[in-house]
């Protein structure tokens, strides 16, 4: 089946550790994101990708990394810099990000991550 | 003030209601206009996209005033399977992609 893959479900991190979470997509999507949703309040964009081996900040990408170097594969690095992880990570992909494309973003089933 | 906003809620309405929502956008490049639906834990999933001239699709309606920069959503004969969370969302050819904070909706039976 085509989609979006997201793991783990649940992710648990101790003080000082940096965890990644992992996204794979199988639609041959150009583009893929990766958003944080706090509890209660909408998604904001931490990075996104257009292409293979690039990769833009988003308005929250502080204490995150991120790599692109296959198509189907754009996982996230949650590094010790972020203070506050605890939260859903949700990754997302579509078509292209070109003008007049269809830029509709699919999600991913999120990753919980909680501060031990 | 925030780029998309919405009436947080909660929507609490009777089984058989027509609610509608609300959503206004700062960003006049914007371009690009959807309603997501999010359940509680679970991914935003595309409910539908919004053209200029307002469209349908079964008991959803949405439409899009770009002069007021704002986007509704109607939905008519609730379900009890309408509870959810709606996410509005303005894109600028997928380069400021902002979802709005969600609107909250209980269908009660």
């Known amino acids: 089946d085509g989609g979006i893959t997201q793991s783990p479900k649940y992710l648990f991190r101790k003080e000082g550790q940096n965890v990644t979470l992992s996204c794979e997509q199988n639609l041959n999507h150009d583009a893929m994101y990766w958003y944080r949703q706090d509890p209660g309040q909408g998604l904001r964009l931490i990075y996104y990708?257009?292409?293979?081996?690039?990769?833009q900040k988003g308005d929250i990408a502080e204490g995150y990394s991120v790599s692109r170097e296959k198509k189907e594969s754009f996982p996230l690095t949650v590094t010790s810099a972020q203070k506050n992880p605890t939260a859903f990570y949700l990754c997302?992909?579509?078509?292209?990000?070109?003008?007049?494309?269809?830029?509709?973003?699919?999600f991913g089933p999120g990753t919980r991550l909680l501060v031990l | 003030r925030k780029e998309v906003e919405q009436d947080p809620g909660p929507f609490n309405v009777p089984e058989g209601a027509t609610v509608a929502f609300n959503c206004t956008y700062s960003?006049?490049?914007?371009?690009?206009f959807f309603w997501y639906r999010q359940d509680c834990r679970k991914e935003p999933k595309l409910l539908m996209s919004v053209y200029s001239s307002g469209n349908e699709d079964g008991r959803f309606t949405a439409q899009l005033n770009r002069a007021s920069q704002y986007i509704s959503l109607l939905i008519r004969d609730s379900k009890l399977s309408d509870s959810a969370t709606y996410l509005c969302v303005a894109d600028n050819y997928g380069q400021n992609f902002v979802f709005g904070p969600g609107t909250r909706l209980s269908v009660l039976p």
């Open positions: 960003n006049s490049a914007s371009q690009s």
């Open positions: 997302a992909s579509s078509i292209r990000l070109t003008s007049g494309s269809d830029e509709t973003q699919y």
């Open positions: 990708s257009q292409i293979v081996n690039d990769f």
